[in-house]
């Protein structure tokens, strides 16, 4: 009996034993988890070109208009023609103006000389202060009078506000206009922009403080070779209507080719700039969390990371949808950084895990 207790006794202290490795072990379990280490997107692509369509607009268009209304008398442009600054480009029947002139003058002149008496008589203490106090008023509006009657005779001359090309003329000679209406459109015969609209992807390419003229892009317009072209402006909302941002790029005319307002384009780009590239990468949608505390919100994606001792951070990252499986992170992390991609439903910072690598979509 005695040596069956015995044995009895060893055969609990076994299992005594065994259940502690097993509660020992299962303390100091190691999460494993899945991670993908970051390379750089779309710059080292070995085809990062995009392709857009486009629109030519002239640039720095204007409608020119006269301030008066009247006949016009003369025109000296037609559409096409390159003009200077300061051009005369069209006038209006001057006659009217001019009577207004002259009458405006006689007054004044008239006031001036009496004025010139009674300066004199006032200091001989012939005539009272008070009625040269009077004269000197009624001689500062007659002069004001006359200076506006050569400004209104400016108006009827309608004059080139810088160097361009004519680009329509609205009105024909004798035809009688009104102030502001459109006489002839004039803009930029050096320069012409390009518009198209991209994607919230395309415009997180391009870095906050970026030299536009260093942002670059290829324009093909019909059978003619490619031109090169530099970012102009982009806008920063939406347009409702497509869901994508307007880009405006700018491109010098070349002397051999003929561009107009309204004209197809195609823009070739991957946006690519001189000077320091930020690093862009992809991870998958499913490794961004919203920890607890943080609302949904755009600007609330984090992921989870990996150190070289194999312990887990959460860091903050701004990027856009690329697809349905894909985030572009624009800013938040580094080249060759590791990302936790699976097994994060547990983790807390500093936490030390197992990686298991796999292949990320792409």
């Known amino acids: 009996m005695n040596k069956y207790n015995n044995y009895l006794a060893l055969g609990l202290l076994g299992l005594i034993a065994g259940c502690s490795d097993q509660v020992e072990n299962t303390s100091t379990l190691v999460p494993i988890v899945q991670v993908k280490t970051l390379t750089p997107y779309s710059l080292e692509h070995e085809d990062t070109t995009l392709y857009y369509p486009a629109v030519l607009e002239a640039r720095d268009r204007a409608e020119l208009s006269f301030r008066a209304g009247g006949k016009v008398i003369s025109l000296y442009v037609s559409e096409g023609d390159l003009v200077k600054q300061g051009q005369l480009l069209a006038e209006l029947e001057p006659s009217d103006f001019q009577l207004n002139v002259k009458n405006t003058y006689a007054s004044f002149a008239a006031i001036d000389q009496q004025f010139t008496r009674s300066h004199r008589l006032v200091k001989q203490g012939m005539l009272a202060q008070s009625q040269f106090d009077e004269i000197t008023a009624r001689r500062r509006f007659a002069k004001a009078e006359y200076e506006l009657a050569k400004l209104r005779l400016s108006f009827s001359q309608l004059i080139a506000p810088r160097d361009g090309v004519i680009s329509r003329v609205h009105v024909e000679r004798h035809e009688n206009v009104k102030t502001g209406q459109p006489i002839v459109n004039i803009h930029d015969s050096e320069n012409i922009d390009v518009t198209l609209q991209v994607a ?163």
């Open 200 to 362: 919230d992807q395309v415009i997180a390419h391009i870095p906050h403080g970026i030299d536009k003229k260093s942002v670059r892009a290829q324009v093909k317009i019909g059978s003619e070779g490619l031109h090169e072209a530099n970012l102009k402006e982009f806008t920063s909302e939406k347009n409702h209507q497509t869901a994508a941002y307007r880009v405006t790029l700018s491109m010098p005319i070349p002397n051999d080719v003929h561009l107009f307002d309204g004209m197809s384009a195609e823009v070739l780009t991957d946006f690519t700039y001189k000077g320091h590239s930020p690093f862009m990468t992809t991870i998958p949608i499913e490794s961004v969390v919203i920890p607890d505390g943080y609302p949904p919100h755009p600007d609330n994606k984090f992921v989870w990371t990996l150190s070289d001792s194999n312990l887990v951070q959460l860091k903050q990252v701004k990027g856009n949808q690329l697809n349905h499986h894909q985030l572009l992170v624009t800013s938040g992390l580094e080249s060759n950084e590791t990302v936790i991609t699976g097994g994060m439903g547990r983790l807390r910072d500093g936490m030390l895990v197992k990686p298991m690598r796999s292949e990320a979509k792409q």
